[in-house]
């Protein structure tokens, strides 16, 4: 059974940072893409970033491009999101993603994910 385990979200201001974390359990995940979605009340799950087998192909959605930056240790099947210069707009809860097809980047659609953490809740305020 996958595991997907998110922790680092939190209160903060307008300008912060913060990190996120995803630990992956269950099985081998180093030949699947990994990335982050975000869900605010009452508007849809919206993709965040993508990163493929390295670090080297990343993907990321318009709204976090520069400020964002997602990274994998594939040894300790971790995933993470660096997040900098956070904005009110970036509070959401943020979920870790499994990409559904082996040796293949993660698209942005929500489809696209086999497995999903539970969520961790990011506020900023401003």
């Known amino acids: 059974q996958v595991q997907l385990v998110e922790t680092g979200g939190g209160l903060v201001r307008a300008g912060d940072s913060l990190r996120l974390s995803c630990t992956a359990s269950g099985r081998s995940f180093s030949a699947y893409s990994m990335g982050w979605f975000r869900q605010a009340p009452g508007n849809e799950r919206e993709f965040v970033a993508a990163i493929g087998l390295s670090d080297g192909n990343t993907s990321y959605g318009n709204s976090v491009k520069g400020r964002f930056t997602i990274s994998r240790d594939t040894g300790k099947n971790s995933l993470y999101l660096q997040m900098d210069s956070l904005k009110p707009d970036d509070t959401a809860i943020y979920y870790c993603?499994?990409?559904?097809?082996?040796?293949?980047?993660?698209?942005?659609?929500?489809?696209?994910?086999?497995?999903w953490g539970q969520g961790t809740p990011v506020t900023v305020s401003s």
């Open positions: 993603a499994l990409g559904r097809s082996p040796f293949r980047m993660m698209t942005d659609s929500p489809h696209d994910v086999s497995s």
